[in-house]
């Protein structure tokens, strides 16, 4: 096999097939964190029967949602109501094609593999960009049902996420001013360079644009507490209510594939990435010679900072009341946009004041 | 009828948050309600009609079973109906026994009500919370009477039997421990901005109106009316303890809510009042074997947990009574929410049906 | 009578998500405690010694024969009418006992109030047991009589 089609094809594929399915395992599995995360800290247990302290239980949810009948509203538009779950968990997947997982490549059977699939010089826009077309899924599941309330719940949804891209991309942009590259592996580089993640940067820490991107974020895959779309105590049942089996299954799996994508950026983008937790003044050195290998040791603190970012999803979710619709949006435009435009000038400052 | 952009929606009476089974037809103007009717009687199952045909203790399983969650207060009004009829002194010792009950009872329904109120506005943890405090009210239940919701635990002409040994220590256990609990609620709930914009403003409704409505209880003290029954009209043992009325100012949901939370600690107070003062003594009236009153008739009114309850019986003489009528707070209550409502969003009307504390048992009997 | 407090907060707590953070930290102490599930039907709950479960019958030891006497005081007692008893002259000693005891357990509320009646005090012949796992198959199995009464019901063993 010649040496170009295996560095683009065959590895690629080989990737893909991995990530794909750590991905998928990964999301159902994370429904079960949330339900014992939850259900901790509401002093009770999660699910239990089902397998050892319920390890069993996304098997039996998958098992159970394959197994149930699939209705098709009468009058709906059959089409666009099969399109749409799969158009609105594609871009969860493939905008994970850009995310680092580790710092450095490593050989398999002589071949090099690098531990992201590509690294587009423009990854962060590719990711805004993917991330948006979700609203496209939403949009088509509320209009395909033929039925009122998905819709206004699908309208409500859209509006809600186009109107929390604007504080998200701000709050990129500053990243990018610190790190100078739109490239996720640069963004890390760069992290690596200046010796500090880019939420404790000197001399004016991103956790302002941390708070703002984690919100957003959250508004973003219709998490509590902006979750009154599909919340199940409102009036208006939300877009996914004339769905039933699998195409019910893939609006849950995209909402928490979305997740572990905004997990995965905020720890790319603000929290070091693959970088070690080094609290800034253990050395790194001896940490990756103990756990063996950069590789592994670099995909280690990945997953980590991912889970913990989760966790932080998760805690919110547990604790909040949710915001009624009206006072979303207000939340969205009045305050986190120019909170945002405030705080790209101010890192506008900073980054001068540092270099100068 | 219909404006141009307005429209009839059906909250019906089966939805996760209308607390029992409560239908609402709202009309919408766009967005903004301009009315609401409530229809009620899905849980209508007759309690007056068969309470003209079972004798007065029997027909105090029906009170149980109205306005489940404060059981012991509707237990209570109706035993005391009935001794009024009959003429009967409740000994002192039954009297504080009764306070001690119902005191623990409002505490172990405004837990419900926090619990589904938060629930229903989306703080999932506070449910679970409430909860685990009501389940040891519920066990001090059990451990008096033998039942946790359907108490029956009082009987006319006094209390039928003592606490039970250790009972007095328990309720002390948890009157220790409460005030902690309380506290988190407060850190989760009184001053978090979501919490905030949620209810402060919403369904505000001022004391002149309210009292217009009918509406009692914490909902009237909520708009800044100091009427509370246990003080107006002292019965049981409350006329000779302290406790405080909190009243809000400005009768929104928050104020409403601020009024119960005040009110669970004041219960607290009074039940640990209750049980230092009581004093010894028998516990029943001499009450004859077959209850039947002479003619007459007798109205008596109590403090629910949710508002003034009452009961009017009619006595022929007979062992049964000739009309037996349950005056329920919640159905009073529940008139307001038009008025409360207009012009809110469709998304507060969950906010408004949780600070009304509509209890379904009570409002169809 | 005191105005309740609507708390008053100062521009920076304001700003800051200060009061965010104390109700996470709320949530964040309850995942540590121990947890206040009981795994039912593996861990039974422990039920206090005045609980109402189903009226049942029991004898005494001092008491030659059957401790009920027949005085259908319970059946009138009964808010819905579930008991039914028939007397016929007691076997051992004057007076009656039961020939027939039926206590419809579909319509027995739990309410207790057939206890208080019942003459043969301190211990009485009918009484409030702990038994509240009454699921049947079929509606005539409720209908229980004398020996079940007396027994207690076959319970269904659940097995995880």
């Excluded at chain 3, 009061?19 to 947890?35: C, D, I, N, S, Y």
Aim: proline content about 6%.
């Amino acid at each position: 096999m010649s040496e170009s089609v295996v560095r683009y094809v065959v590895v690629p594929f080989a990737q893909i097939f991995v990530i794909l399915n750590v991905l998928m395992l990964g999301v159902a599995y994370l429904v079960l964190l949330e339900r014992k995360v939850i259900a901790f800290m509401q002093v009770r247990l999660g699910p239990r029967r089902v397998g050892p302290h319920g390890l069993l239980q996304p098997i039996a949810d998958i098992l159970k949602l394959l197994l149930k009948e699939d209705i098709t509203p009468a009058r709906a538009d059959r089409l666009l109501f099969l399109l749409a779950p799969v158009i609105l968990l594609v871009p969860a997947m493939i905008a994970f094609a850009v995310i680092p997982f580790s710092g450095e490549p490593f050989t398999v059977l002589g071949v090099e593999v690098t531990p992201w699939i590509t690294d587009l010089n423009v990854g962060v826009l590719y990711l805004l960009a993917i991330s948006s077309l979700g609203v496209y899924g939403i949009v088509m599941a509320g209009w395909s049902s033929n039925s009122k309330y998905p819709l206004l719940g699908s309208l409500r949804s859209a509006a809600q996420m186009v109107s929390y891209e604007v504080p998200l991309a701000l709050s990129v942009v500053s990243v990018l001013m610190l790190a100078g590259s739109a490239s996720m592996v640069e963004i890390v580089r760069a992290q690596a360079e200046q010796g500090v993640w880019f939420a404790f940067w000197w001399p004016y820490p991103q956790l302002v644009g941390l708070f703002l991107f984690f919100v957003a974020a959250v508004a973003e895959t219709n998490r509590a507490p902006f979750d009154l779309p599909e919340a199940e105590t409102e009036l208006v049942a939300g877009f996914h209510t004339e769905y039933s089996g699998m195409k019910f299954a893939f609006f849950f799996l995209a909402e928490y594939m979305n997740m572990i994508l905004a997990a995965a950026v905020v720890s790319i983008l603000f929290l070091g990435g693959w970088l070690p937790v080094t609290f800034g003044f253990l050395p790194r050195e001896p940490l990756s010679v103990f756990l063996g290998g950069a590789t592994l040791t670099g995909s280690f603190w990945f997953f980590s900072k991912v889970l913990a970012v989760l966790f932080v999803y998760l805690w919110i979710r547990a604790t909040f009341p949710r915001y009624r619709y009206d006072q979303l949006m207000r939340l969205g435009w009045k305050w986190f946009i120019p909170l945002g435009l405030l705080h790209v000038a101010l890192t506008a400052v900073a980054v001068l004041v540092r270099q100068g | 009828m219909f404006g141009p952009s307005e429209m009839e929606i059906n909250l019906g009476p089966q939805h996760p948050s209308t607390h029992g089974v409560l239908r609402l037809k709202l009309k919408l103007d766009g967005e903004r309600i301009v009315h609401t009717d409530p229809v009620i009687g899905y849980l209508h199952r007759g309690c007056e009609k068969l309470g003209e045909d079972r004798t007065y203790p029997q027909a105090m399983v029906y009170t149980d079973r109205m306005d489940y969650v404060a059981a012991f207060c509707e237990n209570l009004v109706y035993v005391e109906t009935v001794e009024k009829l009959l003429g009967v002194d409740v000994p002192a010792r039954a009297q504080y026994m009764r306070v001690v009950l119902a005191e623990l009872q409002r505490i172990a329904s405004h837990l419900l009500w926090l619990a589904t109120h938060a629930l229903d506005i989306g703080a999932m943890s506070v449910f679970l919370y409430c909860f685990r405090e009501r389940e040891q009210i519920l066990d001090l239940f059990e451990a008096f009477c033998g039942a946790r919701l359907t108490l029956s635990a009082a009987r006319i002409g006094g209390m039928y039997q003592e606490f039970p040994e250790g009972w007095a220590a328990e309720v002390h256990r948890f009157c220790d421990v409460f005030p902690s609990r309380l506290e988190e609620y407060h850190q989760l709930l009184t001053s978090n901005r979501i919490w905030l914009e949620r209810t402060q403003g919403v369904g505000v409704i001022d004391g002149p109106t309210a009292l217009d409505y009918g509406v009692t209880g914490p909902c009237l003290r909520g708009s800044g009316v100091d009427y509370d029954v246990r003080k107006a009209m002292p019965y049981a043992a409350y006329r000779e303890l302290e406790f405080d009325v909190p009243l809000g100012r400005q009768g929104d949901t928050y104020d409403r809510y601020l009024v119960r939370m005040e009110e669970m600690r004041q219960s607290r107070r009074l039940a640990l009042q209750a049980l230092q003062r009581m004093p010894d003594g028998p516990i029943m009236a001499k009450v004859p074997k077959r209850i039947r009153p002479p003619k007459g008739e007798a109205y008596h009114v109590n403090e629910g947990p949710r508002g003034e309850l009452g009961v009017y019986l009619i006595s022929d003489g007979t062992e049964t009574a000739y009309r037996c009528r349950f005056r329920s707070p919640c159905f009073t209550n529940l008139q307001a929410l038009p008025e409360m409502a207009r012009g809110h969003l469709v998304a507060d009307i969950i906010a408004l049906i949780g600070t009304l504390d509509v209890v379904l048992g009570c409002v169809d009997r | 009578m005191a105005h309740v407090a609507r708390p008053k907060v100062p521009l920076w707590r304001a700003l800051l998500p200060v009061e965010l953070a104390l109700g996470m930290w709320v949530t964040l102490k309850h995942q540590f405690r121990p947890h206040v599930t009981q795994e039912y039907p593996k861990e039974r709950p422990e039920l206090r010694p005045r609980f109402r479960g189903v009226p049942r019958l029991r004898d005494h030891p001092d008491v030659e024969g059957q401790l009920c006497v027949a005085c259908n005081m319970c059946a009138a007692a009964c808010p819905d009418r579930c008991i039914t008893v028939e007397a016929k002259p007691r076997t051992t000693g004057k007076g009656k006992e039961a020939k027939l005891f039926l206590i419809d357990y579909e319509k027995c509320c739990l309410c207790g109030l057939c206890v208080d009646p019942c003459p043969t005090k301190p211990i009485t012949a009918i009484y409030m047991s702990h038994d509240f796992e009454l699921a049947k198959y079929r509606r005539y199995e409720f209908m229980t009589d004398m020996p079940v009464l007396y027994e207690g019901h076959e319970r269904n063993e659940y097995d995880r």
